[in-house]
């Protein structure tokens, strides 16, 4: 059993609201009633409207009410030490040690599952990364992995069935550029005099493909010198293509970032599937022609206006692609489809919600996270980042210099909606400065005291933890369950980061201040290395659905 402080309270709100008004009280609006933590701490650990929500059903004045629900109140339990009327009518609740300590007993007990949710029975889907195989992976698809993968380990963690999945951009112009690119490489270091083209891309890894190529015989066609060059572009990029995709696919692998499946967007045309979505649009008569080119009546549904799907020379738009890809997931039953995608793609998301609309589907079945630019910085120094025509650091190298561990931290430690300052020389310093660093320690710093403890004899007796600082943590491990439920419901994984550090902050103050371990004291020394344990064990849950390590030793 997990042990919930609000939904404790809230129960007992309830019942007494009943033993006061009889069969009548059943018709009463309980669901407005609202249990939360005050903001001042003085005002004890958790407060309720209940009296001021009911007063008007009751005829009675809020603070009378209020006194009538606390002489109510049921509790053989012991958990409720002190009651307060405050304000307009406001009930304030503190609760006894009798509680912190079932609390904490429940926590212990329920051990790796501790803020599992039960299977909700909710298939979704989290695309993400999703990179054109046309260069390597950047910090900013760092950050997209980061948070992807971490949204499908929350999501599954609370209740949902997850699939992951890449969608690999390997249709359309930007790949004929990258065959295009190849070629041009290898057309210079043939001798070719001619200059490299302005839209091409640059990079150090283009040179690279093409000097391999060159290297190696084997590879391509024995005719490829006869070929016509669209046709030497076409294989280029293909072969480029799937050489950047296997690099992809190591580099995700690498940072723990698990894709179970690829999808190609070539597969949409080969199998027919852009031309099926289409024909479903046209059911729909959400499809017209004009000026020669087809086009979808997407400003009713949401889009400022309505989008081209085929062009007037025949050629399919990015979005026929688009809606296709989405017609499919949709046909393999998800119940929410997570995109991950960069924030520059803002302006697209009203155009496919207006598209899973028209193909007959709830538009909210489709929820769209937008990753926020990342600023890579070295002493507070911003470092060049990528563009087509420059150098550019890599994911690689940046997990290369920092770890994964800290790299999957210092990514996901804001909102994706904001942008992140992401500061090498922080990410790899070992003092409170470099976050991960200080959440992980309360893991390696635990598993020390629990090496330097006596083993213990019997069950600790968890009610002689009554410092300020012990009720603070157990309070605070409390409400991770309710911390994973919001994380899981506003797909923000930062609200995880964000809880970690707040325990780290906690645990470090409460063990500069209090001794764990006292010899004198074995009773209570039992007691605190059961709290310390319940918040390594807690921590390590925390860090595993972010995707990060919990050392023992650092």
Not at 121 to 131: K, L, T, W
Not at 154 to 161: P, R, W, Y
Request: aromatic fraction near 8%.
């Amino acid at each position: 059993m997990t042990f919930s402080m609000k939904l404790m309270i809230r129960q007992k709100i309830e019942d007494a609201i009943r033993s006061l008004g009889g069969p009548s009280a059943q018709d009463w609006p309980l669901a407005s009633i609202v249990v939360e933590e005050p903001k001042d701490p003085d005002h004890g650990h958790l407060a309720t409207n209940a009296a001021l929500t009911l007063a008007k059903a009751l005829g009675q004045k809020p603070r009378t009410l209020a006194d009538q629900i606390i002489a109510a109140l049921a509790d053989p339990e012991g958990y409720i030490e002190s009651t307060q009327v405050a304000g307009p009518g406001f009930i304030n609740f503190r609760l006894s040690g009798q509680w912190w300590a079932q609390a904490l007993s429940s926590i212990i007990a329920t051990g790796s599952d501790f803020g599992r949710i039960p299977a909700t029975g909710r298939r979704v889907q989290v695309e993400y990364v999703s990179a054109n195989p046309t260069g390597p992976l950047h910090v900013g698809h760092g950050r997209g992995a980061a948070l992807g993968d971490s949204l499908a380990r929350i999501l599954s963690f609370a209740g949902d069935e997850v699939s992951r999945e890449y969608y690999v951009n390997d249709a359309g112009r930007q790949m004929r550029i990258l065959g295009a690119s190849v070629l041009a490489r290898l057309k210079e270091l043939k001798g070719s005099p001619l200059p490299f083209p302005d839209d091409h891309y640059r990079g150090q890894y283009i040179i690279d493909l093409a000097k391999t190529f060159l290297a190696s015989p084997q590879i391509g066609p024995k005719d490829f010198a006869d070929l016509p060059e669209p046709s030497q572009v076409a294989w280029l990029s293909q072969w480029a293509g799937n050489q950047i995709l296997d690099d992809i696919k190591k580099d995700l692998l690498d940072f723990r970032a698990i894709q179970e499946d690829w999808f190609s967007e070539r597969s949409l045309y080969e199998k027919g599937l852009v031309d099926e979505a289409l024909g479903a649009l046209k059911k729909g008569g959400h499809i017209y022609e004009k000026e020669q080119a087809l086009w979808f009546r997407s400003e009713p549904l949401g889009d400022d206006k309505d989008r081209v799907l085929i062009k007037s020379d025949g050629e399919k738009t990015y979005l026929a692609a688009d809606v296709a890809y989405h017609h499919n997931k949709l046909e393999r039953g998800y119940d929410l489809m997570v995109d991950v995608w960069g924030a520059d793609h803002h302006g697209y998301i009203p155009r496919v919600k207006a598209a899973v609309e028209a193909l007959g589907y709830d538009r909210e079945r489709l929820a769209v996270v937008l990753i926020q630019l990342v600023n890579l910085l070295r002493h507070g120094q911003v470092v060049t980042m990528s563009t087509r025509a420059g150098e550019f650091v890599t994911l690689r190298e940046v997990v290369t210099e920092v770890g994964v561990d800290a790299a999957r931290f210092m990514f996901l430690t804001r909102s994706h909606e904001s942008p992140l300052d992401f500061d090498l020389e922080v990410a790899k310093a070992q003092n409170r400065d470099n976050p991960v660093y200080y959440v992980q320690y309360v893991c390696a710093r635990i598993f020390s005291l629990r090496q330097k403890g006596s083993p213990s004899t019997g069950p600790a007796d968890l009610t002689l933890l009554v410092a300020p600082e012990e009720v603070d943590l157990v309070r605070h491990l409390s409400g991770f369950p309710e911390t994973v439920q919001a994380a899981a419901r506003r797909l923000e994984p930062h609200l995880l980061t964000a809880w970690l550090t707040n325990t780290a902050r906690l645990f470090h103050q409460y063990y500069g201040r209090h001794k764990i371990i006292d010899e004198a004291n074995p009773a209570l020394t039992q007691a605190r290395l059961a709290l310390a344990e319940a918040i390594r064990q807690v921590t390590v849950i925390g860090l595993t659905l972010v995707g990060v390590s919990a050392p023992e030793q650092m």
